[in-house]
C-alpha cells in the first residue's frame, strides 16, 4: 500500500512542479495532472484580473436590525407579571383581613350573649 502512496505523492509533485516548462517529460499518468493544474493557475490568475463592476450596480443593503424589539417585549412581560403578582397579593391580604379568625368565632360561640349577666 505504502508503493501506491509513494507513486501518487511523486506524482503529484511531478504535476504541481512550477519549473515546469513541457508536459512531455511527465510519466503518462502525471500528465493529465499537470495540465489541469495548470489550467486551474490560468483560470485563478484570470479571476484575479481587473474587472470593472457593471455601470450603477450597487450591493443590496441589508434589512435594519431591530434590536429593540426583545427588549422591548420582555420588559413588557415582566412588567404584566409584577402587575399580577401585586394585583394578587393585595386581593390575597384583604380578603385575610376581612375574615375573622377562628379563635375569635370559638370565643363568641362559647360566650353567652346576655346583656344583663
Given at each position: 500500500?505504502?508503493?501506491?502512496?509513494?507513486?501518487?505523492?511523486?506524482?503529484?509533485n511531478?504535476?504541481?512542479?512550477?519549473?515546469?516548462?513541457s508536459?512531455d517529460?511527465?510519466?503518462?499518468?502525471?500528465?493529465?495532472?499537470?495540465?489541469?493544474?495548470?489550467?486551474?493557475?490560468?483560470?485563478?490568475?484570470?479571476?484575479?484580473?481587473?474587472?470593472?463592476?457593471?455601470?450603477?450596480?450597487?450591493?443590496?443593503r441589508?434589512a435594519?436590525?431591530r434590536?429593540?424589539?426583545?427588549?422591548?417585549?420582555?420588559?413588557a412581560?415582566?412588567?404584566?407579571?409584577?402587575?399580577g403578582v401585586?394585583?394578587?397579593?393585595s386581593l390575597?391580604?384583604k380578603?385575610?383581613?376581612k375574615?375573622?379568625?377562628?379563635?375569635?368565632?370559638?370565643l363568641a360561640?362559647?360566650?353567652?350573649?346576655?346583656?344583663?349577666?
Amino acid at each position: 500500500m505504502s508503493q501506491y502512496y509513494d507513486k501518487l505523492e511523486r506524482m503529484l509533485n511531478q504535476a504541481t512542479d512550477s519549473g515546469r516548462e513541457s508536459f512531455d517529460d511527465l510519466e503518462p499518468e502525471a500528465r493529465p495532472l499537470a495540465e489541469a493544474w495548470d489550467a486551474l493557475g490560468r483560470l485563478l490568475e484570470t479571476a484575479q484580473s481587473d474587472v470593472e463592476p457593471a455601470i450603477g450596480w450597487t450591493a443590496p443593503r441589508s434589512a435594519p436590525r431591530r434590536r429593540w424589539l426583545l427588549p422591548t417585549v420582555a420588559a413588557a412581560l415582566a412588567a404584566s407579571l409584577l402587575v399580577g403578582v401585586v394585583v394578587t397579593w393585595s386581593l390575597s391580604t384583604k380578603q385575610i383581613a376581612k375574615q375573622p379568625e377562628r379563635n375569635d368565632i370559638r370565643l363568641a360561640n362559647s360566650q353567652p350573649n346576655h346583656p344583663g349577666e
